[in-house]
């Protein structure tokens, strides 16, 4: 993202289970809401709310979905596990960073996907994990 101010910011987002407060960093260091893995050393975020509703439907454990905006406190890339694999171009907005992100506010009316497309992508995470291809870099 460009450092020069222009006259559109643009907004990010997080969608997780985990329950925050405005000015909490999200930090590199914790598992990843989607894989049994070992602590990410990246955050992930989005600029698109769907892709937000995404994360915080699919994240594991039984708590709240919860969205949050969220601003960057250091350099920021495209996330090649969605740009570079499935989505070229990066339509989908998502990026990642190794400095926290931090909190400023929770986004508290959005309307989830259908029961039968939020299954379909489960069903679809779940043949990843099979194969063993639902690793994040």
């Excluded at 698109?48 to 994240?59: F, N, V």
């Excluded at 949050?68 to 406190?73: A, N």
């Excluded at 969605?82 to 400023?104: A, C, E, H, Q, W």
């Amino acid at each position: 993202m460009s450092a020069i101010a222009s006259m559109f910011s643009q907004s990010f987002f997080h969608g997780t289970k985990a329950d925050l407060k405005p000015g909490d960093l999200i930090a590199v260091g914790y598992q990843s809401n989607f894989a049994e893995a070992k602590p990410l050393s990246w955050v992930y975020f989005t600029g698109t709310l769907d892709a937000a509703i995404w994360g915080a439907e699919l994240a594991a454990g039984s708590k709240q979905e919860r969205i949050y905006v969220v601003e960057p406190t250091g350099p920021i890339e495209n996330d090649p596990n969605l740009t570079d694999k499935k989505f070229p171009g990066n339509p989908t907005l998502s990026y990642r960073s190794r400095d926290p992100l931090r909190v400023i506010a929770e986004v508290t009316k959005w309307q989830g996907h259908p029961p039968d497309r939020l299954q379909q992508m489960k069903d679809g995470l779940a043949r990843l994990k099979e194969e063993g291809a639902d690793i994040i870099d």
